[in-house]
């Protein structure tokens, strides 16, 4: 057999005992590792195995008590004592001196504490062999044939029952099958039956089919090691291709962001009026080029935070009608430029317990992708009451996905139909999404679908009362409130500390720039630097994280602002120790709306939960 590796191929151990007792496999690329597994396996089962051998020791004496002589029994049980003594000593040494410790066979010094425990298992196989050899001598002499039958069946009950050491340690096993046929084997032969000849070949025909059998187990079990031991370094290779690919794509999302951050924020800061009426259809294909190229790094973000854990479900009593509503303005305009006809059933008020901001975006996937894929006929949401819940189905009249691709739409890139990957078409995480956040919430997606006839998605929502007080929008204040604010911007990109400058300042906010923790601490000095609101990037270059930039701020102002963390980054790891600081967070490229929308919230609002939760 064969065995690849990721590891480097090991020196070929050397030495007459290493090569007897590994029996070849010690020139496998794994074999230090199975070296340990091997080990590891079969030490787990010698103080059971052992201890069931004393137990039948014991039972061989009680089967004699009546008609053995005194010193035969004395005999018998002194030498369990004896090899039960060592095997307990020799056994809790070894527990005591490897608690906590995994030896690593790739050290030689380590190799060779397995080699040492290996020969002391050989000894205590020796011992307890050569003890159940003495049996027909002390025994067998005067025994009845009831005797002669249950020492037999106790014989072959204790040469068979070590199963992981005739697989794993042959060597060990034939060193107590030895001593204890070849006993029986030579009483066997010695007994005169007459004509009968076949009990003088019964000891050494069974030595042979049992070591053979070891063998053959060892075979087995070994190949068994190394398919497993290949297999978990393949699941490690692929985890750690993944988080080289996470770390790739976090890192060039953020270098991405920061230009695209830079360049949102210059449009949102230029005025209509400063656009003449000729440039006007240009100006506007600029900002929605920016959008939708916001929009497909935000889909990478959604999933990054979804499988970084950081996505928090807050369900809560949604009416179903208001949704629904938000819907129909969003997605009307959309069917209508396709020529398709859009029907959204009108149900009565009727409030559904979910996460709104997820159950929205779930449904505006499940339409986006609906009407990209249907070109003619129309997409429709009907809903179905079973009194606890609603099935909501989106259904189109579609191109439909045959039935064994309908598992892979909902992984990440898979477009069925846009193998040249048109960017026009997104990216292929819309359903990966949809998938994500219905597991999030632990409400049941299915999908019908037939090529030729369209899709449907169907899914489920449990329903509630609704709310004892009502649920008001939110609507912001009037945008003079932003007048006066003060703002402390605080970014090691110039472009963006400009850009970021001249929106606020468009909004006639009051606004201090800091590149770094030096001209942090510079502008924080100044009597007149009081800002209500830090407008702070994660990572300042060289210069320190966020959590410097709060802890220099929590030190100087006596009156804590508000702080609001801008990051570029998707690393799951770095989201989750954001999340924990329990501030409002904005992922770049921010625009302008989303910005004003967070300044405005009142002070009261957890705005991390506004920013957080709509994914």
Known sequence: MQISSPTTPRQTQSGILDKLTNLGFGE????????????HLFMQEVGPRMAATLVAAVI?????????????????????????????????RYHNHQKGHRPDPSIPKQRRAILRWHLANLYLSLLWGFQWATLPLLFLGDASIVQIFSILLLVTITSTMPSISMGLYPDIYVAFLTPVL?????????????????HKAMAPAVWLSLVGFSYAMFKTQIHALATRLELQ????????????????????????????????????????SAVANAQHPMFERLGASLKATNELLNHLLDVSRLDA???????????????LGELRVVFSPLAERKGLLLEIDQPPDIYVWCDRA???????????????????????????????????????????????????????????HNPGRQHTKGLGLGLAIVRRLCQLQQLPLMLESEPGHGSCFHITLPQ??????????????????????????????????EALSMLLVSWDCDVWVAQGLSSLKQQLAQPACVPEVVLTDDMLGDDGQAEDVIQVVNRILESIPRIVIMTGNTLPQRMQQLQSLGLPMLHKPVQGEELKALLLQPEHTPAATHTETAI
């Open 182 to 198: 070849t006993a029986f084997g030579w009483h066997l032969w010695s007994m005169d039956l007459e004509d009968v000849w076949l």
């Open 60 to 92: 061989v004496g009680l089967l004699f008590v009546n008609s053995a002589s005194t010193a035969t029994l004395a005999i018998w049980f002194g030498m369990n004592l004896f090899v039960g003594l060592n095997s307990w000593l020799i056994l809790g």
């Open 464 to 497: 509630c009362k609704a709310p004892t007080l009502p649920q008001a929008p939110y609507t912001p204040a009037a945008e003079a409130r932003l007048a006066g604010l003060k703002v402390l911007v605080v970014d090691d990109h110039e472009d963006i500390v």
């Open 28 to 39: 496998y690329p794994l074999a230090d590792e199975m070296q340990w597994e091997r080990h």
């Open 309 to 323: 854990g950081v996505a928090t479900c807050q369900p809560a009593a949604i009416d179903l009608v208001e949704l």
């Open 358 to 416: 997820m159950t929205l975006q779930i449904f505006k996937n499940l339409l986006a992708n609906a009407i990209q894929y249907t070109t003619t006929g129309a997409v429709c949401i009907s809903i179905k009451n079973h009194s606890t819940h609603l099935q909501i189905s989106v259904d189109d009249t579609g191109i439909g996905i045959p039935k064994s691709h309908q598992q892979a739409i909902f992984e990440e890139f898979v477009q069925l």
């Open 233 to 272: 370094h393949s699941k490690r290779e692929i985890e750690l291709a993944n988080q080289a690919k996470t770390r790739f794509l976090a890192a060039a999302s953020h270098d991405i962001r920061q230009p695209l951050q830079a360049a949102s924020l210059y449009w949102s800061a230029i005025p209509d």
